[in-house]
């Protein structure tokens, strides 16, 4: 089986990879890194991409887990992404990386973390940054 974390260059996405690298380790487990962009923008452009990509790969390969990375960019939203994934792999976990949010910013963008906590088949770990 396979801990599936929704990764983004941000200090949330660092946490959460952190995460999942160590419940690999406890569960003798590999690790699917999954970062996704709509198309237009990432998270954070200036950290987004392939250089950033391969640091997270080094970090895997460093830590000795089984691995694997995927960048998707297909113009669906995050959520939409893990949660398709989560159901078509054999996903033991998910680990997601959570900010804090306004009760307004949550009515105008949505919560990310809500749908995935809601529709995945498999527990969820949901970390803050440090």
Not at 28 to 56: I, M, Q, W
Request: proline content about 7%; charged content about 25%; glycine content about 8%.
């Amino acid at each position: 089986m396979t801990i599936l974390v929704g990764y983004v260059p941000s200090p949330p996405g660092e946490a959460a990879l952190r995460a999942a690298v160590e419940q690999a380790r406890l569960r003798d487990e590999g690790v699917l890194v999954l970062n996704t962009s709509r198309g237009d923008a990432y998270v954070d452009p200036r950290l987004a991409g392939e250089p950033d990509l391969d640091r997270v790969v080094r970090e895997l390969v460093a830590a000795g887990v089984p691995h694997e990375v995927r960048q998707l960019v297909r113009g669906r939203d995050a959520a939409e992404e893990i949660v398709d994934l989560a159901t078509a792999e054999d996903v033991s976990m998910v680990v997601i990386g959570i900010r804090h949010r306004t009760p307004v910013g949550k009515l105008i963008m949505g919560s990310t973390a809500q749908e995935i906590l809601l529709r995945v088949p498999c527990p969820v770990l949901a970390v803050k940054a440090d």
